[in-house]
């Protein structure tokens, strides 16, 4: 009766399968770090120019169009305050991940997905490695520090991007800085970098999975590709919307 | 036609017993029984999509049976979970059909990578440099160590992945089509590096084919230490001929096994259809 489940309670299964055994190999010798390195690198400095200029331009249109509504209640003193809380919460940890995603969740894909077709996957296995600690689990480390120091340089030019749209519409440089300031408390903080973690785990597991299941040649790579980035960004969704409920319920009181 | 089995022979090599493999419900390989004792050549014939690729990735554990009992060196791989393989996997050399060398590492970085990741092998970084260079010399591309394979023409990359197979002297070498796509000479040296591999340590060999002069080369010649050349075995060792058997697989079955005369001889169209007809 429930056949149609079959097919996507058994991907999901699958998927967690994987992320215990790349979690598991964390403790695991032997340990890649040359690769988790050369992942840093990739994923992390490799992003830095667009989450870089999506800051900086989501920080500014958010300046602007709060500064509009807030003249409104004659209230864009407060634009800075309004600008860091989106910011710090929202904004920065998701379209971050959504660029990560879109830019690494395929990459890994793709990597992945044409090493599977060429019989590279099972060439590893065939000369002595485990896939999982050799490719994923270098991946996930990696997308697990840089996304969180991605998300903080993301936050601070965005209000950057704020102050100098703030600075257009007239208000002083200091009252800016210093209602973003006053803004921030400790669980803003906390949330704004739970979130990155929580999504790297998403984008570095998702990319690994459609890539490491790839089927069908090239045309499967794509296919594979274009699934873990759909996936991972629509999951980055429903878990914000999950961090952030249990934030605003108070589950986690800080 | 069978081998008379003396009980003071050692194990097989590799031996299938009932094996059957199946994709998603397909059928890849069907109840297929045979053994590989030391020393001995197999050369596998079979249509695209016959199962000869499933089968060697079988003999690996790369692709775990549905049904029966695969031996490798004696042990039964299909009650091994994937960490205990990699004793067994360790003795076995594999040239995969497209080479399957590690786009991001140069070929030199490729030939080591068995040397210094397989847990049973143990290699300083000294001796394990002069192996890697050894096994490309033995394949003729010392001068490429620091290309990679994107770099490298299909056949120097079948080349360069046979040196990544017998660069940790396996007793055992399994090839997936190593003559595919290749203009005949290109493809008669290979044929001849896998004679001389055989037969400088008389290595077990399984060879999947799809032309039957390779399959023909190494059974009926052998690498001569001395000159450094093949030469045809023509009933100077008649032992030496019985020990290279023909396996011809339609549709995942095993319909043939048996020495090459036997092969030649056979009636059934598809069988004969993989034997070139000398007059
Ligand atoms: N990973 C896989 N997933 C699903 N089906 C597979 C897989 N590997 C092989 N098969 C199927 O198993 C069958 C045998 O494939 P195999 O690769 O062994 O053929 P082959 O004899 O090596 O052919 P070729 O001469 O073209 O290399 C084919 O029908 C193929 O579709
Ligand atoms: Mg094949």
């Known amino acids: 009766m429930f056949e149609f489940l079959k097919a996507p309670i058994l991907t999901v299964q699958e998927f967690f399968i994987l992320a215990g055994q790349a979690l598991r190999n964390v403790v695991r010798t032997p340990h890649y770090t040359q690769d ?26 958010l300046a602007l169009q709060m500064s509009r509504a807030l003249s409104e209640y004659g209230q864009v003193g407060r634009t800075g305050q309004v600008v860091a809380i989106t ?13 990560v995603a879109g830019r690494n969740s395929s990459g890994i894909a793709s990597e992945l997905g044409s090493m599977k077709v060429t019989e590279q996957i099972d060439a590893m296995r065939a000369l002595g490695t485990d896939p999982i600690q050799k490719l994923v689990t270098p991946r996930l480390i990696a997308t697990c520090a840089m996304l969180p120091l991605l998300t903080v340089i993301a936050d601070f030019v965005g209000m950057f991007g704020g ?30 970098l739970m979130k990155p ?49 249990i934030f605003v319920s108070g589950v986690v009181n800080i | 036609m069978t081998p008379n089995v003396t009980p003071d022979l050692p194990p097989p090599v590799l031996k299938f017993e009932n094996v059957s493999v199946s994709f998603d419900g397909q059928t890849a390989l069907d109840d297929v029984s045979f053994e590989v004792r030391e020393g001995d050549t197999r050369i596998l014939f079979g249509a695209a999509g ?36 990699s004793d067994i ?19 030199e970085e490729n030939v080591a990578y068995p040397l210094f990741n397989q847990k049973a092998i143990h290699c300083e970084a000294e001796e394990g440099h002069r192996k890697v260079v050894d ?33 940790t002297a396996p007793p055992l070498l399994l090839y997936d089509s190593p003559t595919a796509g290749l203009d005949p000479i290109t493809a008669n040296n290979i044929i001849a590096l896998i004679v001389k591999a055989r037969d400088a340590s008389r290595t077990t060999t399984l060879m999947v084919t ?21 030469e045809p075995v023509a009933g100077r060792d008649p032992g030496f001929d019985a020990s290279t058997r023909f396996m011809v697989f339609k549709e995942g079955r095993l319909i043939f096994d048996g020495p090459q005369g036997e092969l030649e001889e056979s009636s059934d169209p598809y069988i004969s259809k993989f034997v070139l007809k000398r007059d």
């Open chain 2, 50 to 85: 016959s199962g000869k690729t499933v089968l060697l990735k079988a003999a690996l554990g790369l692709a775990r049976p549905d049904r029966g009992h695969i031996f490798v060196f004696g042990r039964d791989i299909t009650l091994l979970k994937e960490s205990q393989l």
């Open chain 1, 163 to 192: 102050s100098v749209v703030a600075a257009m519409i007239n208000i002083p440089s200091k009252q800016y800085w210093t209602s973003v300031w006053r803004a921030l408390e400790w669980s803003d903080v906390v949330q704004g």
């Open chain 1, 87 to 99: 910011l710090v919460r929202e904004l920065g940890p998701v379209l971050t991940a959504l660029m």
């Open chain 2, 135 to 167: 096994a490309l010399r033995f394949v003729e591309l010392e001068n490429t160590l620091a290309k990679f394979p994107s770099e490298l023409s299909g056949g120097m990359r079948r080349r360069a992945a046979i040196a990544r197979a017998v660069v």
């Open chain 2, 89 to 107: 996997r360790s003795k076995v050399g594999m040239l995969f059909q497209e080479s399957a060398l590690f786009d991001s590492m140069t070929i």
């Open chain 2, 210 to 230: 799809h032309r039957y002069q390779d399959g023909n080369l190494v059974a009926k010649f052998r690498y001569n230490l001395e000159d450094g050349r093949l």
């Open chain 1, 197 to 245: 973690f929580c999504f790297a785990f998403a984008i570095a597991l998702v990319g690994c999975y459609y890539g490491l299941r790839t089927s069908g040649g090239t045309q499967g790579v794509g296919r594979a590709t274009t699934q873990a980035v759909v996936v991972a960004s629509v999951l980055v969704f429903i878990l914000t919307f999950f961090i952030t409920k």
């Open chain 1, 36 to 61: 988790i390195f050369l992942q840093m690198d990739i994923i992390g400095v490799g992003s830095l120019p667009i989450v870089i200029l999506t800051g900086f331009f989501s920080g500014a249109v």
